[in-house]
Every structure is written in structure tokens, then in C-alpha cells.
């Protein structure tokens, strides 16, 4: 059992950053692939970018790449996600996810466990 705790949500102008973090527990975290998704009102949960257990393996949606960045610190059991450029469209709930294989899964049914989300909010 994996339990995922998600902070960093909050307000911001566009064009500015936000830095989320996704604190896991258990001691198997450096053998899962992680993910974060998002979900705006009115619409599916879409994955944004994921990360192989390593880490030398990160994936992203075309809506993000080159704005977002994903890391994870196995010693810390935390992924991250570096939200830069910031635009009104990524408005969502975002979600941390862990799946148990090693390797990047980008559909939601890939994964095993979920955090609660965290909103980000970006004003135009």
C-alpha cells in the first residue's frame, strides 16, 4: 500500500512558477513509476508528465513540454513537478500517482494509487 500526500497547489499570475511535491510512503517508492495528471471542472483526468522509478526516464503531454519539469528524490521518497510559464488553461487539480512497475505510464487505468490533488489556480 503506497500513500501519496500532494502540496504546492495555490494562486498565480501567468506567466509566473509553482513547484508541486508528492510525499509517498512506504519503503517500495524507488521501485514505482510515478505520474502527475490534472483535471479541470468539466473534464477527464489527463496525465501531464511521468517518471520512471530511476528517474532517467521522463515523459510528457505536448501541453507541457518544455514548461514542466518532473524529478523525484527516491532517498526522500517525493516526486516533483516544476510548473514554469504558467498559462490560465493549466488551471486544474492536480494529481500525484504511483503505479507498480518501473517504467512511465501515461493513461490513468496504469495506476495503482492516488493523492487527493492539489489545486493550481492561474489568473490571466
Known amino acids: 500500500q503506497v500513500q501519496l500526500v500532494e502540496s504546492g497547489g495555490g494562486l498565480v499570475q501567468a506567466g509566473g512558477s509553482l513547484r508541486l511535491s508528492c510525499a509517498a510512503s512506504?519503503?517500495?517508492?524507488?521501485?514505482?513509476?510515478m505520474g502527475w495528471f490534472r483535471q479541470a471542472p468539466g473534464e477527464v483526468r489527463a496525465f501531464v508528465a511521468g517518471?520512471?522509478?530511476?528517474?532517467?526516464?521522463?515523459y510528457y503531454a505536448d501541453s507541457v513540454k518544455g514548461r514542466f519539469t518532473i524529478s523525484r528524490d527516491n532517498a526522500k521518497n517525493t516526486v516533483y513537478l516544476q510548473m514554469d510559464s504558467l498559462k490560465p488553461e493549466d488551471t486544474a487539480v492536480y494529481y500525484c500517482?504511483?503505479?507498480?512497475?518501473?517504467?512511465?505510464?501515461?493513461?490513468?487505468?496504469?495506476?495503482?494509487?492516488w493523492g487527493q490533488g492539489t489545486q493550481v489556480t492561474v489568473s490571466s
Open positions: 500517482a504511483a503505479r507498480s512497475r518501473p517504467l512511465v505510464g501515461t493513461t490513468t487505468n496504469e495506476y495503482d494509487y
Open positions: 512506504g519503503r517500495a517508492f524507488s521501485r514505482y513509476g
Open positions: 517518471i520512471s522509478s530511476s528517474g532517467s526516464s521522463t
